[in-house]
């Protein structure tokens, strides 16, 4: 007997009150990754579709490699490329409207630059500057957020606050496999469904967090298996087919739009390259692991079905290489100029009066900074 027992205290407490409150067969993804190309559906796949997305596929593919020669320069301090992730990326974006909003990650330069961002300009961040690069209320794209997942409850916010003024917005937050784990993940998933929330939460399911693979990451069945928990659809897609991408963001968006609630999409796909440039992905993966996902890039998926219906000849191939190799010129002489930065604007625009540990860091990096110069000087 228990001491309460002993005390006559004890009542066992009646059941609750518990209920079912919503079927949760219609939430739970497909077991498999929905797909498009290499499929007999492919076959309906809009042309116009198509070939727009090849060619945005393989800027994107050529913004990446150009980035990365970039930090190789010195001209950008860090990149995480997103090759592989191309279909992600800019079929995701593609499926928003003007007035909607987009809530990227650090790797989600692509998308920002697929919705019709400055690529320049996308690179502010990384190229080590304090501020964002651009007005985020003008292109409706939210900074590129280095603390994992916290983008995700500022999207909620954005979109809740839509709804009740009315504005026809849906916002699309992006995050990776690795931030589903962060407390901001849960919470933004969990406002999303109670205030049934025009937002669209997109995980670019690549396998790996730096070198946490998803396997030691969660125990869930899928990630998109998470939505049920909070009362939203999930829905499972193949990351690399940029048909299937764009189909699934749309329908998603579109439920939103229509009032409809939130949906949790996960999108299965590899980051074919390092985490980031300061990364050495050896150490944690087989380069077979690699090599095995190239026969399923995301280009050669599109290319695919464009040859098998005769749209992508030799002068098709030119007209979109050159378009790439444009934007990559341009990119690299704007990024050759010398930026004027001074590391000391970090601390200008953080608070009106500065706190003691704040004019401490300024004033170590500004003897740094001193002694660098000096350095420089006495080498010269
Ligand atoms: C709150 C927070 N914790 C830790 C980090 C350090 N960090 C930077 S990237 C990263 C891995 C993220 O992996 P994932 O979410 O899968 O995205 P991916 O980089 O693969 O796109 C970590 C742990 C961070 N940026 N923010």
């Not at 209320?137 to 009315?166: D, F, M, N, S, Y």
């Not at 996960?266 to 390259?273: D, F, I, N, P």
């Not at 007209?319 to 704007?334: F, I, K, N, P, Q």
């Not at 300024?362 to 001193?370: G, P, V």
């Amino acid at each position: 007997m228990t001491v309460m027992e002993q005390r006559g205290a004890y009542r066992p407490a009646p059941p609750p009150a518990w209920q079912l409150r919503t079927d949760p067969a219609p939430l739970l993804p497909d077991a498999e990754p929905y797909r498009v190309l290499g499929t007999d559906a492919a076959r309906k796949a809009d042309q116009e579709l198509l070939l727009c997305l090849h060619g945005e596929l393989v800027r994107g593919r050529r913004y990446n490699t150009q980035a990365t020669a970039l930090t190789k320069q010195g001209r950008l301090a860090v990149y995480p490329s997103s090759t592989g992730q191309e279909a992600c990326e800019i079929a995701a974006a593609l499926a928003l409207r003007e007035q909607d909003w987009l809530f990227p990650s650090y790797r989600d330069t692509l998308a920002a630059v697929a919705r019709g961002l400055d690529p320049v300009a996308a690179l502010t961040l990384l190229r080590g500057d304090w501020h964002t690069g651009y007005d985020p209320r003008e292109h409706r794209i939210a900074p590129l957020c280095t603390p994992l997942a916290t983008q995700l409850p500022h999207a909620v916010g954005l979109a809740h606050a839509a709804r009740l003024k009315g504005d026809d917005v849906v916002a699309l937050a992006m995050v990776g496999d690795g931030g589903t784990s962060e407390g901001d993940f849960h919470e933004a998933l969990n406002f999303a469904a109670v205030w049934q929330a025009p937002v669209v939460f997109l995980v670019q399911n690549n396998g790996f967090a730096i070198s946490v693979p998803l396997a030691k990451q969660t125990a869930a069945p899928s990630l998109a298996h998470k939505a049920v928990g909070y009362g939203m659809p999930g829905r499972l897609v193949d990351g690399n087919d940029a048909v299937a991408v764009h189909e699934v963001l749309s329908e998603a968006v579109h439920r939103a739009r229509e009032g409809g609630g939130p949906t949790l999409i996960e999108a299965v796909t590899y980051r074919m390259e390092a985490h980031t440039n300061a990364d050495d992905a050896t150490r944690y993966r087989h380069d077979a692991e690699v090599e095995a996902w190239q026969d399923h890039d995301p280009i050669l998926l599109v290319e695919r079905e464009l040859t098998e219906r005769g749209l992508l000849d030799e002068d098709r191939r030119r007209t979109v290489r050159d378009d790439a190799e444009a934007m990559a010129a341009d990119l690299r002489s704007r990024m050759n100029q010398e930026p004027a930065l001074d590391p000391m604007d970090l601390f200008t625009h953080v608070y009106a009066e500065q706190t003691t540990q704040l004019r401490e860091q300024a004033a170590q990096l500004r003897a740094e900074l001193a002694a660098e110069n000096e350095a420089d000087g006495a080498g010269a």
